[in-house]
């Protein structure tokens, strides 16, 4: 068992950041592939970015790429998700997702822990 809670979300204007963060407590934190998903009103959860077990290796979804950066500290269990640049579009609500093993994966249906999320608004 994993359990995963964000914080970070919050009211930003377009160009701002945020920084988002995903505390995990329950199995070994250090095994998990972690990743960020967002779900805006009306849409499906997607994707938005990963990191492997031992933080080597990343990967973006494209709206995101230069923008975000995803990052871990094993020691403190967390994990985070640095947004710059935000955009209207940004908005959703943000969720942390973890899984076993070493694959960047991009779909939900892979991972298998999730938080309740936090939510991200950028205002025009």
């Known amino acids: 068992q994993v359990q995963l809670v964000e914080s970070g979300g919050g009211l930003v204007q377009a160009g701002g950041s945020l920084r988002l963060s995903c505390a995990a407590s329950g199995r070994t934190f250090n095994v998990l592939t972690m990743a960020w998903f967002r779900q805006a009103p009306g849409k499906e959860r997607d994707f938005v970015a990963a990191i492997t077990p031992n933080g080597r290796s990343s990967n973006y979804v494209d709206s995101v790429q230069g923008r975000f950066s995803i990052s871990r500290d094993d020691a403190k269990r967390a994990v985070y998700l640095q947004m710059n640049s935000l955009k209207p579009e940004d908005t959703a609500v943000y969720y942390c997702?973890?899984?076993?093993?070493?694959?960047?994966?991009?779909?939900?249906?892979?991972?298998?822990?999730w938080g309740q999320g936090t939510q991200v608004t950028v205002s025009s």
């Open positions: 997702a973890s899984r076993g093993g070493n694959g960047l994966l991009t779909m939900s249906r892979y991972y298998n822990y």
